[in-house]
């Protein structure tokens, strides 16, 4: 089965529609200063909304282990995503301070080299994207090679998502802007996007 996430969630009721949507993970910026970064506060609502059969990862660029592992520490979050320049050395401590959280490294994919630095990662999940979070696509077919799990990223929406997860068949997806409509969460997109890969998943 595709793990579906959907990431970037703002607002307790982009939670409430998750619940909805029902994917396997959900997603939110914890970290400051970017367009979808949420307050602990939010965070905290966001957590209290959300279904707790839906795992929910703190998004953290270049944040200290402290400061990860307080919202660890407080139940905010259920699994950990990194999107800065956190080497395997930062991804061993937190692992071994949290042996039972998932640690998803992202990385954007521009060539092999990129391909084969997600590979030597030692998080439990990597995250393969175009961009950070622009929703951008890259080229695909070097995907190929991959040796482990991955979560395909950057550039998808409700209509496309059904024919990646058939010809690339992996681990699982991840959105953001492709499930938003002017800015904001849409629960329709939202839905469309964990029900399309479903469907695919099941050969209907």
């Not at 905010?76 to 490294?105: C, M, T």
């Amino acid at each position: 089965m595709t793990r579906v996430k959907l990431c970037g969630l703002m607002r307790p009721q982009d939670a409430a529609a998750a619940n909805d949507a029902a994917p396997d993970l959900a997603g939110m910026i914890v970290s400051p200063g970017f367009r979808r970064s949420v307050s602990r506060d939010i965070a905290a609502k966001i957590r209290r909304t959300l279904s707790k059969e839906i795992s929910l990862c703190g998004v953290f660029v270049n944040a200290s282990l402290e400061e990860i592992e307080s919202y660890l520490a407080e139940g905010l979050i259920n699994a950990v995503q990194l999107h800065g320049n956190e080497d395997n050395k930062f991804i061993d401590a937190l692992r071994s301070a949290y042996p039972q959280i998932p640690v998803i490294k992202a990385f954007v994919i521009q060539g092999l080299d990129d391909i084969r630095k997600a590979e030597a990662s030692h998080a439990d999940l990597v995250l393969l994207d175009g961009g950070s979070g622009q929703g951008a696509a890259f080229d695909h077919s070097l995907l190929s090679d991959v040796s482990r799990d991955y979560i395909l990223a950057g550039g998808l929406d409700p209509d496309n998502v059904g024919n990646l997860v058939r010809y690339l068949r992996p681990w699982g997806v991840d959105t953001s802007s492709g499930i938003e409509t002017d800015g904001e969460k849409d629960p329709k997109k939202m839905t469309a996007f964990v029900k399309n890969v479903r469907t695919e998943d099941s050969g209907v």
